[in-house]
Every structure is written in C-alpha cells, then in structure tokens.
C-alpha cells in the first residue's frame, strides 16, 4: 500500500470489502482499488502531502551536503586516482566528476603526477579526456610540479618546461623544478600577467638547465613580470662562438623581482642582466 493511501484511508474494513457486515458510508479514497467518487476532506490531503514536502527539504539538504563534501574531498586530495595524465586521452569520464588525480604523467609512478579539475575549455597546462573534455592543473596551495607539466617524464623537456612557466606566470604561484640535468631546445620568453610567481630548483648543483640552441639570444627572458622570484638553480648557456649576444637571465622592467642562488655558465654577453628598456 502506498503512503498517499495509508493517509487518506480512514477505515480498517470499508464499504465493498466483500466481507460479512461491511460498513456503511466507509468509502475508500479514489483511486483505491474500486470505490466511488469521494472528496477527502483537507486534513487528509494536508497529511499527505507534508511527507513529500518533507522529503523535498530533505533531499536538499542532501544535495548541498554531498557539494560541500565534494568541495573538502578536492582540497584535501580524496578524488579518483587514474594511472597517468597522458592516459586521460583515452578514459571515458563520467560528466559528474569535477577533479581526479594521477599517479604519474606518461606511466604511473614516474613522479610526474598531479590534480586535476575539469575547465570549461582550453588553457595552459590543460589536457583533454576521451570526451573532449578539459583539465587543468590544480593545487590548493598554488604550489606546482614541473614533472607534472612532463619535465623529466615526458622525453620533452623543453615543451614541458616552457609549458610549466607559462602556466605558472598566468595562475601565479610557485613553480617546483626537478632534480636532474635537462636540456631545452628553445629559450624561454615570458610575459608577465600581472600575478606574481616563483621558479624554484631543488639547488644549484641540484637542478641544472642547459641551453641547446646556439643562435645568439636571450636563454630565460622576463618581461613586464611584477613579483618574480628565480632561486635554486643553475643555467648553462654553452654557446657555440664568442661574440654572440647571449643573456642567461633577461629581466626586461618588472617590480619586486628577486633572483637568489641562481648561478649562469657559460654566458657571453650578460650573466643576469635587469633593464627597462624604455627608459
């Protein structure tokens, strides 16, 4: 028996139950099995529709509960882990996930994993599921892995490298460089957006980036970057032939920029060098 039928029946034995000394004038409600047209009076249709109003407000409720839980599981890290960020190409995700996290950028365990939270479309940094669907990097302390972005795991660590800062001059923060020795095939060349932002290496000796192309240039140019910080590194420029004009580190104008055990090898024209080239 439904509950609408639980409220609105008044009578134990009723008017047509086909059982000895029926009642009179105990109708049951209509829609109730077969019975006449009857009109309940409001009390009964009140009482039956508090439950559902009552079921409304709580399934509301519900609603906002699991939104705030879902809010605490992505600052905390308690979403779905999947094997790689690359391996989201090819995984059918469902459309009510809101963030994830991978073990690792081309194969699991490789260090370069991260969080993700799904954007309405492209951005730096983003990567694009089976559905055509984008994420992108998260961290609830603006604080970023370049392995996440693929430097060290990917087997391109110029594409990843410059990915990762053009990121984290967008988004401000601070940008955390692996240990190891890598090689970049282009320079770096970033404009500033106004958010302040962090290149951090594991040291000197630690983190060592070499220049691979030998053309005459700038190998890390910043310009118009407010709030830029380069620590804990070392650049080895390795020009091919003197004479070229070659700059480690070009800060062009930019407020509050701080560059602090950063050492440049190898540099011909400038090691670091800061300059407003509109004065």
Not at 187 to 213: E, H, L, Y
Request: net charge negative.
């Amino acid at each position: 028996m439904s509950l609408i039928e639980q409220v609105f029946r008044e009578f134990t034995r009723y008017t047509g139950d086909g059982l000895a000394n029926e009642p009179l004038n105990a109708p049951l409600p209509v829609g109730d099995r077969s019975t006449p047209a009857w009109n309940p009076p409001k009390a009964q249709i009140r009482a039956a529709l508090e439950p559902l109003e009552t079921a409304r407000d709580e399934a509301a409720a519900s609603a906002a509960l699991a939104a705030a839980y879902a809010s605490d599981a992505v600052s905390q890290g308690n979403v779905p882990i999947f094997g790689s960020t690359l391996g989201l190409a090819a995984l059918d995700i469902p459309v009510g996930m809101t963030a994830l996290r991978t073990r690792g950028y081309t194969t699991a365990g490789d260090g370069g994993g991260g969080m993700f939270v799904r954007v309405g479309g492209t951005e730096t940094g983003a990567v694009q599921d089976l559905n055509g669907d984008w994420w992108a990097p998260f961290s609830d302390n603006d604080e970023f892995t370049a392995a996440s972005f693929g430097m060290g795991t990917s087997g391109d660590d110029t594409t990843a490298l410059e990915t990762a800062i053009l990121f984290i001059s967008e988004h401000g923060g601070r940008l955390l460089l692996p240990e190891g020795e890598f090689d970049l095939a282009r320079d770096i060349d970033v404009t500033g957006t106004g958010k302040a932002f962090t290149i951090s290496g594991q040291g000197m000796r630690q983190t060592i980036v070499n220049r691979a192309n030998s053309t005459p240039a700038v190998f890390w140019n910043f310009v118009d970057c407010d709030g830029l910080t380069l620590e804990d590194f070392q650049l080895d420029c390795k020009p091919t032939s003197l004479g070229g004009g070659i700059h480690g580190i070009r800060v062009a104008r930019g407020e509050d920029v701080t560059v602090r055990r950063v050492t440049v090898r190898d540099w011909v024209s400038t090691g670091i060098i800061y300059f407003d080239p509109d004065s």
